[in-house]
């Protein structure tokens, strides 16, 4: 027997995406549900970045779910870039308009919104198996799976939101020869560790070595998290403990500072790729995250992206479902993927400057080189690196009933570069800064990225 329900968005992926996702919907007043394939236990316990831009912060603490980063997250106001032995700073803070980022574990955002969701009395079905997306081409496309009892649902929804990650069903679900995907992939890997040894470092070491790139970061005063390059297809068993701590002393070593050592509680190897699927979307199925696009770890942007996806589209799905009217719904692919495709070549360009190519000759390496040395002597070059890995493009989420006037497509423009492209002059230029407005009419802007 199938149960029959109906909700106005069936979510598939109880990850950081779908449940931010579900509560700014429920902050808007309309109805989810969220369904996931793996136990409640492995989504607060899945390790992955735990970097968020200065705009992730600001809306997570705007739409109540900052009690906890605020109280636990570990603010940066740099990083260190290292390189031929010589360990450089650069201050995020004064290379942009004061920007940091903060430390806080996709697991903790994960472990706060279960939480608040389920106060909240929402439906978060866990353990699901057997999703089916269906009547794809309706209004009300039908979402299928089968519950931890056993029982089959079939859930009429007015929109489907897939946050059910790269190797999720909801991509393959798109009519066949509408996605177009542009990928990289990447001759190394990282092999990342928690270890219980409290951080060696006050700000994120990102470390090119000759054998390899090292990055040092941390979890709380009391844990530090730690990445290695690797082969590609490397066999963590060739990994003991005491190797991993040997490459680390040498590849982030520097004459006068100590690497601290301590137990390794977890340890993987995760592949690295570039990856984007577009269009993000098809009639009323809308794919978010890594669903749609992946990027290899090295900048952090992944979580980042995922939740900005998410608060566009609750935007998006509100003007729909609310007030009946689809442009933000039209334009939400494309709205992504301007974001997406900066943090793609961002994420790309961190990679290629860090990493060890094994395939590289003299030409690249000395390339690589010169490039690093021009970011930390060139406030221009130091200031690019800053404004994207702190959040380039602005997010925001508005509390409160207001109406934003969806801004065309488009970078914000600085003055001094205004006026001087065909797109500057052309009629449906972009305001430089996106506004919103409220209800009440008045005017607000939206902080641009940097001055
Ligand atoms: C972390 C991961 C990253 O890929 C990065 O660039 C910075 C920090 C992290 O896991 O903390």
């Known amino acids: 027997m199938t ?13 950081p995406a779908g449940l931010l996702l579900s509560h700014l919907l429920a902050l808007r007043g309309i109805d989810s549900i969220v369904i ?3 136990s409640r236990a492995y989504c607060e316990a899945r390790q992955r970045a735990g970097l968020l831009e200065a705009g992730t912060v600001e809306l997570l603490r705007g739409v109540g779910l900052g009690s906890r980063m605020d109280a636990e997250g570990l603010e940066h106001g740099g990083i260190y870039l290292q390189f031929e032995g010589e360990r450089h700073h650069l201050d995020f803070r004064a290379l942009t308009d004061g920007r940091g980022v903060t430390i806080y574990a996709q697991t903790e955002i994960v472990k706060d919104i279960i939480k608040a969701r389920l106060e909240a009395g929402a439906v978060i079905e866990f353990e699901v198996s057997d999703t089916e997306l269906a009547e794809l081409d309706a209004d009300q496309p039908v979402l299928r799976y089968t519950d931890s009892a056993g029982a089959r649902h079939e ?16 991509r393959d679900s798109m009519p066949a020869g509408l996605v177009t995907v542009a990928e990289r992939g990447y001759p190394y890997s990282w092999l990342g560790i928690l270890a219980t040894v409290p951080p060696s470092t006050d700000e994120l070491i990102y470390a090119r070595h000759e054998d390899g790139f090292a ?10 998290r730690l990445y290695l390059q690797v082969p590609a297809d490397e066999d963590i068993e060739r990994w003991p403990d005491a190797r991993i701590w040997s490459e680390l002393q040498h590849r982030l070593g520097v004459p006068g500072w100590d690497l601290k050592e301590g137990p390794i509680t977890e340890k993987a190897i995760s592949p690295m790729r570039s990856f984007v699927a577009s269009p993000m979307r098809y009639r009323r199925l809308f794919l978010a995250g890594d669903a749609a696009h992946i990027v290899p770890p090295t900048g952090a942007k992944g979580l980042n992206l995922a939740l900005a996806d998410v608060t ?7 003007r729909l479902l609310r007030d009946g009217q689809a442009e933000l719904a039209d334009a939400y692919s494309d709205t992504c993927l301007e974001r997406v495709w900066r943090a793609t070549h961002f994420s790309w360009w961190m990679t290629s400057m860090l990493h060890v190519d094994p395939d590289a000759d003299q030409f690249g390496t000395a390339l690589q080189l010169s490039q690093l040395r021009y970011v930390i002597s060139s406030r221009a070059a130091a200031t690019t690196l800053a404004e994207n890995y702190t959040g380039y493009l602005p997010l925001s989420w508005l509390s409160g009933p207001r109406l934003v006037i969806p801004v065309p497509a488009g970078y914000p423009r600085p003055r001094w570069c205004r006026g001087r492209s065909a797109r500057a002059s052309s009629a449906d230029s972009a305001p430089a800064t996106p506004v919103s407005v409220s209800e009440s009419g008045a005017l607000k802007l939206r902080s641009p990225p940097s001055k």
């Open 3 to 15: 149960v029959s329900s109906r909700t106005q968005v069936g979510i598939v992926g109880a990850g």
């Open 36 to 38: 996931e394939n793996r």
């Open 155 to 170: 859930v009429r929804c007015d929109a489907i939101a897939g946050c059910d990650g790269f190797h999720g069903v909801c």
């Open 215 to 224: 990055l040092h970061t941390m979890r709380t005063p009391h844990v530090s």
């Open 312 to 318: 566009i589209l609750a935007r998006a799905l509100t």
